[in-house]
Antibody, heavy 120, light 107 residues
């Protein structure tokens, strides 16, 4: 069974930083691209960032480019999202998502999400 | 970035109704499109990939069609558990982009 478990969310002040983690199991982690997708309260889904199975290729939404960094530790079966210079617009549930396999494949599995609230 | 325009934004339907949701891409994306269902407080769930392929475990009342710029998700006979919000997502290139969502409500 594919399991994706996010952690690290919480309340952070504007301008602050937070690191999200996603521990996975039930599949060959290094063989799959991964993404982060977020959903602001009452809003739609927004793709945030993706990373290839090896970690050698990454991409970001314009809204987070230069502030967020995606990374992975294939030995620990864990995906990360380092979020810096946070603003109220970054308040959202952040979902860890697994692609079917490689970089160009669809997002197929989702974690349950972790809530990030940016507020003073 | 490719823009995905989804319509309608919401619809009211009854159990047993045939429901159709459309998604239009701002440029051709071959058949690189998926459909997702999301219920309140839950993570999205993949229903359809590659525009028309049914994800394992998804009921056959769900179907997808289209290629290029115009795509359709059809629920042939709406069931009580299908009241939810549906999103399309293009996986033709990065940045990946979602449609705005379609909320299917009970009439």
């Amino acid at each position: 069974e594919v399991l994706l478990l996010e952690s690290g969310g919480g309340l952070v002040q504007p301008g602050g930083s937070l690191r999200l983690s996603c521990a996975v199991s039930g599949f060959t982690f290094a063989g799959c691209a991964m993404s982060w997708v977020r959903q602001a309260p009452g809003k739609g889904l927004e793709w945030v960032s993706a990373i290839s199975g090896s970690g050698g290729t990454t991409d970001y939404a314009d809204s987070v480019k230069g502030r967020f960094t995606i990374s992975r530790d294939n030995a620990k079966n864990t995906l990360y999202l380092q979020m810096n210079s946070l603003t109220a617009d970054d308040t959202a549930v952040y979902y860890c998502a697994r692609h079917s396999s490689s970089w160009s494949t669809p997002i197929a599995y989702w974690g349950q999400g972790t809530l990030v609230t940016v507020s003073s | 970035a490719i823009q995905m325009t989804q319509s309608p934004s919401s619809l009211s339907a009854s159990v047993g109704d045939r429901v159709t949701i459309t998604c239009r891409a701002s440029q051709g994306i071959r058949n690189d499109l998926g459909w997702y269902q999301q219920k309140p407080g839950k993570a999205p769930r993949l229903l359809i990939y590659a525009a028309s392929s049914l994800q394992t475990g998804v009921p056959s009342r769900f179907s997808g069609s289209g290629s290029g710029t115009d795509f359709t998700l059809t629920i042939s006979s709406l069931q009580p558990e299908d009241f939810a919000t549906y999103y399309c997502l293009q996986d033709y290139n990065y940045p990946r982009t979602f449609g705005q969502g379609t909320k299917v409500e009970s009439k």
